[in-house]
């Protein structure tokens, strides 16, 4: 493994994800993703591997080890030198996307030390940033994304014109290239059926609602994405204040039903987070599916104060660790689906002793 | 998203319908679609993938009559990138910068059901090549007002806008206002 990367892949959590971010008690985290193209050369979808060669190097040259605001030590990493269960590794813990990790030959990633900033080079666009924040911080993430963007555009001419915005590959990105989404967890909502009945309401906002784990429409740990679909004729500004205000009212939502389920089910509430945790005490196999319901449950608990020796970032950081990238990291070889089982029931026991001692 | 019929599967197609000049978001899976006729069987079913490419499908049946005219606009060519406006169509992504402008004058109704009706940029102005552009927004306006002056033989005043217009093009901001 190159020297550089193994604290990307060594640590579930990344260091800016243990900080304590407003309303961390429903929101895991904010992202702001601004995706940028150079002028001069034809996006990846279409260009011949030398054509984008320039970039990697521009990146390599002007930004490998620099460092920006809070933003300290900037480290490239090149697809073509990783292994699959280290790209797999990058995705789980979203500095990359799984559409770079398909990739090899000149693209890769600039990865900030504290992994707040990441900044994929060549994978749909030339250029993606994405920024991170722990709780809801919508304001001070287009702020900092800003002036990042403005770091980054000193060396490079962007693709921008005046009637259309930032130039993207793909039509839905135009504009301002701009997707902010904010992750939350949900389990009051979805567990008395009410979040299926939002979505479409918040469908009809222009804002997305999808699950960042698990397929299709199934969100595994309750947690849901929560994004801007518009990207064109509308300001970063505006977009993130109608993204604020729809989050708002889910946080809101989600603590009433929070308050009524321990109100009108209290033992019943109780016995599911205890079981759960129980389940993720003692097993000796567990699937990723019952591992995302137990942990949504253990969260519940600890956020209604039902268990208050376990830290909240509990949720985040086994959700991670248990995905089949990182469990095959730790093991440092190719694990079957039983295999994983297995291990992650392991894993799941060590961390929650380590959480007792 | 979930299918909006059945509320079971997750809704993989998302249609527009004109319902008495209204226009209406389905959200549908494949089975729904067919069963409530939503698509027939024959025609291509479009998944979020091709979204756009379903776009055209939508437009083309329309104009279908105008078979000219789309055959003109399918073969135009990105000077550029080589993308050609049916690849743009096929794979939804543009090739390159100068396909927007290459593909320009069928662009607004992509964009207008991609971003609800918008089809101009309005956000952040990048910070260092924004100054050009803002020089060249001056630049046109100078120009216009510099025409008007010429027409009313107001030379003296015509003379002063002269300058500015130079001042800017050499990219000296002091010669702005
Ligand atoms: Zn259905
Ligand atoms: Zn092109």
Redesign the interface.
């Given at each position: 493994m190159i020297m550089s990367l193994q604290p990307f892949i060594n640590e579930a959590i990344s260091p800016w994800l243990k900080e304590e971010g407003p309303n961390n008690d429903i929101v895991l985290s904010t992202r702001i993703r601004l995706a940028r193209?150079f002028?001069k050369?034809?996006?990846p979808?279409?260009a011949d591997k030398e054509e984008l060669s320039p970039i990697v190097q521009l990146i390599q040259d002007e930004y490998h080890h620099q460092s920006f605001d809070s933003y300290q030590d900037l480290e490239y990493i090149s697809m073509e030198e990783l292994q699959p269960i280290e790209k797999r590794v990058l995705v789980e813990k979203h500095l990359i996307s799984p559409n770079l990790a398909e990739k090899s030959i000149n693209s890769g990633v600039l990865i900030s030390k504290n992994e707040q900033v990441s900044v994929m080079v060549n994978e749909?666009d030339h250029i993606r940033m994405q920024l991170y924040f722990p709780g809801l911080q919508l304001e001070k993430a287009l702020e900092q994304a800003?002036t990042f963007?403005?770091w980054l555009?000193?060396k490079i001419?962007?693709?921008?014109?005046?009637?259309?915005?930032?130039?993207?590959?793909?039509?839905?990105n135009?504009?301002?290239g701009?997707r902010a989404s904010v992750m939350m967890h949900l389990p009051a909502l979805t567990l008395t059926q009410k979040m299926?009945k939002m979505?479409?309401a918040i469908?009809?906002l222009?804002l997305?609602?999808?699950g960042i784990y698990g397929e299709?429409?199934e969100a595994l740990g309750n947690i849901f994405q929560i994004s801007n679909?518009?990207?064109?004729?509308?300001?970063?500004v505006d977009i993130i204040e109608d993204l604020q205000s729809v989050v708002k009212k889910l946080i809101e939502q989600e603590e009433f039903a929070r308050q009524l389920l321990v109100e009108q089910s209290e033992l019943r509430l109780e016995d599911r987070v205890f079981r759960s945790y129980g389940t993720l005490k003692y097993s000796r196999i567990i699937e990723s599916k019952e591992t995302a319901r137990c942990l949504s449950d253990l969260r519940l608990g600890i956020d209604v104060g039902y268990i208050d020796h376990l830290s909240k970032t509990i949720l985040n950081e086994l959700m991670i660790l248990t995905q089949p990238g990182f469990l095959q990291q730790y093991a440092k070889e190719t694990l079957s689906a039983k295999e994983r089982d297995i291990r992650r029931a392991s894993i799941i026991r060590e961390r929650l002793k380590l959480e007792n001692g | 998203m979930e299918c909006q019929e059945c509320h079971e599967r997750p809704a993989t197609l998302h249609l527009t319908k004109m319902v008495n000049g209204e226009k209406l978001e389905i959200h549908v899976c494949e089975k729904c679609a067919k069963e409530k006729g939503y698509i027939s069987y024959e025609e291509e079913a479009y998944s979020i993938h091709d979204l756009l490419a379903g776009l055209f499908n939508f437009e083309s049946n329309i104009s279908h009559n105008q078979a000219t005219n789309k055959e003109k606009r399918e073969t135009l060519t990105c000077p550029k990138c080589g993308m050609t406006y049916r690849q743009f169509t096929q794979i939804g992504k543009f090739g390159c910068a100068s396909c927007y402008a290459t593909f320009q004058d069928h662009l607004n109704p992509i964009f207008r059901r991609v971003h609800s009706g918008n089809t101009k940029h309005d956000g952040k102005i990048p910070k260092r090549q924004g100054k050009d552009l803002q020089n060249k927004q001056l630049v046109k306006d100078y120009k216009t007002k510099l025409q008007q002056l010429i027409e009313n033989e107001q030379f003296e005043e015509a003379a002063k806008v002269r300058d500015k217009i130079k001042a800017l093009e050499n990219n000296d901001v002091e010669g702005g206002e």
């Open positions: 193209n002028d050369f034809p996006f979808i279409i749909e800003f963007d403005d555009e000193e001419d962007y693709a921008f014109d005046e009637h259309r915005g930032y130039l993207t590959s793909c039509p839905t135009v504009g301002t701009m299926n979505i479409p469908n009809q222009g997305v609602v999808r299709g429409s679909q518009v990207t064109l004729g509308r300001s970063e | -």
